[in-house]
């Protein structure tokens, strides 16, 4: 497709399992970043990736939260022992360049923990 | 710590009215950028202005970035149902130590446009 997609859609888990979030980007883009929106919030950056690797991890709220990008393109956000706190949606934007100011946003993963 | 504050967080107004929001900051950002979100969906740009004092338009919406550059406003014209939805200012992050690229969001403005 020509945007950004993101899977699933919708997870529902229980509390201390471990969930992987999928982030397609636009093709072609370098740069890709991950936010979380909780409920009644603006959306809170977690991590940037440049090409493969991570150019800044210091949204990301503790060491449950893992990100990849192996060959610099797809994404994948682990995040492990859920807690009912990281209940959220959670959004994935990518830009053409680390330089370009317009980032274009995935429908986002709404991630419930029970 | 919220480092842009959106004001209002609610609006409900009639279809036809004028309305302003507003984003502002004790920072500087090197830009500012307005985002419009629906339920279910990610948030699309609006805009993006970049120097002090810059004023656009995208049809009946006008945005101005301060002189300073610390804070922002979001102007409609004449409201439509059509403009429903979360608007999100959002700003470099560049003057807090962030790598040059991430955003810092604002809680958002939802805004309601009743018939």
């Known amino acids: 497709g020509a945007g950004v997609s993101q899977t699933p859609s919708n997870k529902v888990t229980e509390k201390g399992k471990y969930v992987e979030l999928r982030c397609d980007p636009i093709?072609?883009?370098?740069?890709l970043y991950w936010y979380r929106q909780s409920l009644g919030q603006g959306p809170e950056f977690l991590i940037y990736?440049?090409?493969?690797?991570?150019?800044?991890d210091s949204g990301l709220p503790n060491d449950r939260f893992f990100a990849v990008r192996p060959e610099g393109s797809v994404s994948t956000l682990k995040i492990q022992r859920t807690e009912r706190g990281d209940s959220a949606v959670y959004l994935c934007?990518?830009?053409?360049?680390?330089?370009?100011?317009?980032?274009?946003f995935g429908p986002g993963t709404r991630l419930t923990v029970l | 710590t919220q480092l842009l504050e959106q004001s209002p967080q609610f609006l409900s107004i009639q279809e036809g009215e004028n309305l302003t929001v507003y984003c502002n900051s004790s920072s500087v950002f090197s830009s500012l950028q307005w985002y419009r979100q629906e339920p279910g969906e990610g948030p699309v740009l609006l805009v993006t202005?970049?120097?002090?004092?810059e004023v656009k338009k995208l049809k009946r919406l006008t945005f101005q970035f301060g002189d300073a550059r610390k804070d922002s406003s979001l102007h409609i014209t004449a409201a439509q149902t059509g403009d429903t939805g979360l608007y999100l200012c959002a700003g470099s992050s560049l003057n807090y130590g962030g790598s040059q690229g991430n955003l810092i969001f604002g809680k958002g403005t939802k805004l309601s446009v009743k018939p």
């Open positions: 202005v970049v120097t002090g004092g």
């Open positions: 093709s072609g883009h370098t740069a």
């Open positions: 934007a990518s830009s053409l360049t680390r330089l370009s100011a317009t980032q274009y």
């Open positions: 990736f440049q090409g493969t690797g991570a150019a800044d």
